[in-house]
Structures are given as C-alpha cells and as structure tokens.
T-cell receptor, first 116, second 113 residues
C-alpha cells in the first residue's frame, strides 16, 4: 500500500512565524503535490513537483514556497504565516505518466494549521 | 479554464436509501474524471475514475458513476447507503496529459439511521 505521511496532524502558529509542513511518501513516486482545503472551495493546488529540485506553481502559490531535496520528501513553507493561511493542508503523490490511463493521487491525512 | 461544480453542498439520506451526487465540469475535451471520498479526520481516498471506454464506471464500496458527455456530468451513485458512507465527497478533473487535479467544492453526506 502507498503511504503518504505528514509530519503533524494539528499545528498552531503565530502570525509572522515561519512554518514548515513536511510530507513523505514511500512509493518512489516522482510527482508530489500540496493542496489546501477550505470549506466550500474543495482542494486547491498550491505547488507540485515532478522530480527532485523541480517545482511548479499551482493555482494559489502566493505566500508559499516548497522544497524537494529528496524524492520521497516534499516540504511546504510558509515564510511568514498569516491568519488567512489557517486551513487544512493535504499532501499527495502520484506515479509518473499516463500509460494505461490516469493514475490516482494518493493523499496524506492532512495537517490542520491554525495561525493566530 | 476548467472548473468543476458540485451543486449540492450537503445531502442527508436515510440508511438503506439510494444516493446520487452530482458533478458537472467545464472543459473542451473529455478529461480524466475522479471521485474521492474523505471520511472524518482522514485524507482522500479514490472511489473510482474514468478516462475512456464504458461510461458507467464501478468503484469501491459499492459506488458507481456515469459519464455523460452531452451533459458534461459525472454523477456518483450508490443504491443503498450505509452509515459508514457519511463523509465528504469530491469530484475532480484532470486534463489529458496534465498533472493537475481540479476539485469541486465537495458534497457532505449525512446518513440518518
């Protein structure tokens, strides 16, 4: 079974703090993703990475950065946390390519971040 | 830009009754289509997916979905709901050869005993 783990289930940070959210997958997947989930808005893509040291902006990258130094690990960084970044953050991974049809994304359990 | 609409924010259904969740997408070509479920406190789990072939797709937990090109819809159904189906359900679209899922806003399903 694919396993995607996230470093914290719950996190409380103060405005202005630098926040690191860590994600690790154990299936050697090239593609990894960070989403935020807000009520009524579904999941929105923040950043994704298709290889080590590679990254691409998603739909809402402002206020976030990412790091992918190792294939299994993808970090989301909030340089200076703000209250509007209070949300649920979900990490996902996916194998490469589309041969045989689309591959599903495998999700971690999420980190609920509260910025006060 | 592609978008995904789930018109129902909440649905309440009695245990044993049938369930249908609606999903409409806007995209020029036929995208890859997914339904995910999120149980309380959990990440998302794939229920089923469609990319070609038979427009009626069977998934896990007794769910099925039907792709209707003419209506740009991919509705999810279950003939008889169990209490454990109480969860939030997300429809998602992935453009062919793309690497990004676009999600609908989700439908929260409550199951009455």
């Amino acid at each position: 079974d694919v396993k995607v783990t996230q470093s914290s289930r719950y996190l409380v940070k103060r405005t202005g703090e630098k926040v690191f959210l860590e994600c690790v997958q154990d299936m050697d997947h090239e593609n990894m993703f960070w989403y935020r989930q807000d009520p009524g808005l579904g999941l929105r893509l923040i950043y994704f990475s298709y290889d080590v040291k590679m990254k691409e902006k998603g739909d809402i990258p402002e206020g976030y950065s990412v790091s992918r130094e190792k294939k299994e690990r993808f970090s989301l960084i909030l340089e200076s946390a703000s209250t509007n970044q209070t949300s649920m953050y979900l990490c996902a991974s996916r194998p490469p390519g589309l041969a045989g049809g689309p591959h599903e994304q495998y999700f971690g359990p999420g980190t609920r971040l509260t910025v006060t | 830009a592609q978008s995904v609409t789930q018109p129902d924010i909440h649905i309440t259904v009695s245990e044993g009754a049938s369930l249908e969740l609606r999903c409409n997408y806007s995209y020029g070509a036929t995208p890859y289509l997914f339904w995910y479920v999120q149980s309380p406190g959990q990440g998302l789990q794939l229920l089923l997916k469609y990319f070609s072939g038979d427009t009626l797709v069977q998934g896990i937990k007794g769910f099925e979905a039907e792709f209707k090109r003419s209506q740009s819809s991919f509705n999810l159904r279950k003939p008889s709901v169990h209490w454990s189906d109480a969860a939030e359900y997300f429809c998602a679209v992935d453009k062919a050869a793309g690497n990004k899922l676009t999600f609908g806003g989700g439908t929260r399903v409550l199951v009455k005993p």
